[in-house]
Every structure is written in C-alpha cells, then in structure tokens.
C-alpha cells in the first residue's frame, strides 16, 4: 500500500490531506491494470468509482451535437499520470458524463466514490480538502480545455 498512498499524495484531490488523514482513505482504494484501448468508463453509465492515474495516460471523450445534427465522439482531454478522472462518483447525479479511454497500458487506483462521500461525511476536514483539490482541479481542466477549443 504504499505505492498507493504515494499516488494518493501525489494526485491533486488528495495533495492536501496528513499522513494519518490518507490512512483513513486507503482502505477504499484498489489497484487495477488495464491495456491500451480499454474503456474504464463509459458516458451515461452509473458512477461507481472515482480513479487516479498511477502510471500510463487516459483518454476522456464526450458525445457533442454536431452542427449537422449527428452525434459525434469528441476528445476532451488527456488525462496524465497523478491525475483523477471519473469525479461523476463523487459528485452530480453519479453518471457518468464522458468515457475514458486507456491511451496505453494503464495502472489506476480506483476509489469507491460512496465510500469516499461516507468519509468525507464522517470527517469533515478531510472532505473539505477532497472536494477543494477537485474543484480546483475542475477549474484547471475546463479552463485548459476552453484555451484549446478557442485557440
């Protein structure tokens, strides 16, 4: 686990959080590996999990309405190592609002989002830093991507 607890250091939604306070999520984490190609999510199904990037790069993706009335798979981003995506677990209606992609082999931390909303619940501090990293790392990503669509 403590590869784990490296990566849940390292990764923005819990970069804020003690020693004592990552020992409290550790036990909502697994490890999984996945080849290049693989969808670990997918848009409109029930979010379970929120994962964190330990190795390898995700790709997010999203249908957008295109002007001639089709629906097309549009990318979003490149998610890179130390990074989470599939926040949906944690937040909204717990769907899932795009799909991930692994762009090679890929090892993840995947967290139980109830679990992680039962321990923010149950320790306020601790949700607080969580829910703050992920907004912050919200805001970083929507403004990357309005640079890049508007560039």
């Known amino acids: 686990m403590v590869a784990v607890r490296e990566a849940l250091a390292k990764s923005a939604l819990f970069k804020g959080l003690s020693d004592a306070e990552l020992d409290q999520v550790l036990p ?18 029930a ?27 549009a990318l979003i981003e490149t998610v890179p190592s130390e990074d989470p995506f599939g926040w949906s677990a944690v937040v909204g209606s717990r769907v899932y609002t ?3 992609r692994c ?3 890929t090892k993840v931390i995947a ?25 912050e790392l919200v805001d ?12």
Not at 51 to 62: D, L, N
């Open 47 to 73: 979010a379970k999990d929120l994962y964190i990037i330990v190795e390898g790069k995700v790709i997010v993706e999203m249908n957008l309405l295109g002007i001639n009335g089709k629906v097309q798979e």
């Open 103 to 105: 762009a090679e082999a």
């Open 140 to 151: 970083a990503r929507i403004r990357s991507v309005m640079r890049t669509a508007f560039a």
């Open 28 to 45: 909502l984490c697994h490890e999984k590996s996945y080849a290049a190609g693989f969808r670990v999510i997918a848009e409109g199904d």
């Open 98 to 100: 795009m799909t991930a």
């Open 111 to 135: 967290i139980d989002g109830e679990q992680l909303l039962s321990l923010f619940s149950g320790s306020p501090a601790i949700g607080f830093k969580g829910m703050e990293g992920l907004v």
